[in-house]
C-alpha cells in the first residue's frame, strides 16, 4: 500500500482560496485512482473529489461541483485538490485516499490506503 500525506490545510474567510497536496510515496502514483473525502464535527466521512489514473476523468460531490477541482502529476507523486469560494459548510478534516486501479470511485471502503487528514476550517 502506498503512503499519503496531506498537506495544505488552515484557517480561510468564506469566499476565499486553499490548495490541498497529497504526497505519495512507496508505489507508483499511475497505478492508482485518487479521491479526497472530508468528516465535519459529528458527521460521517463524505465523498468530495474523484480522479482516474491519468487525470482524464473527474467526479465530483454536488456540493462542490463548480468550486473545488482535483488534479495529479504522476511525475511528482502528487495530488492536488484546489478550493475556490469556500464556504463555513465546507469546515471539515480533508482525506487523500488512494486505490489500486485506474478508475474513479466514490465510496470509501473501495480505497485501500488513506493520509492522516489536513484540517480546513472556514470561518463565516
Known amino acids: 500500500q502506498v503512503q499519503l500525506v496531506e498537506s495544505g490545510g488552515g484557517l480561510v474567510q468564506a469566499g476565499g482560496s486553499l490548495r490541498l497536496s497529497c504526497a505519495v510515496s512507496?508505489?507508483?502514483?499511475?497505478?492508482?485512482?485518487m479521491g479526497w473525502f472530508r468528516q465535519a464535527p459529528g458527521k460521517e466521512r463524505e465523498f468530495v473529489a474523484t480522479i482516474n489514473w491519468n487525470g482524464d476523468i473527474t467526479l465530483y460531490a454536488n456540493s462542490v461541483k463548480g468550486r473545488f477541482t482535483i488534479s495529479r502529476d504522476n511525475g511528482k507523486n502528487m495530488v492536488y485538490l484546489q478550493m475556490n469560494s469556500l464556504k463555513p459548510e465546507d469546515t471539515a478534516v480533508y482525506y487523500c485516499?488512494?486505490?489500486?486501479?485506474?478508475?474513479?470511485?466514490?465510496?470509501?471502503?473501495?480505497?485501500?490506503?488513506w493520509g492522516q487528514g489536513t484540517q480546513v476550517t472556514v470561518s463565516s
Open positions: 485516499a488512494a486505490r489500486i486501479g485506474g478508475y474513479v470511485a466514490t465510496t470509501s471502503s473501495i480505497y485501500s490506503s
Open positions: 512507496g508505489g507508483a502514483l499511475s497505478n492508482h485512482a
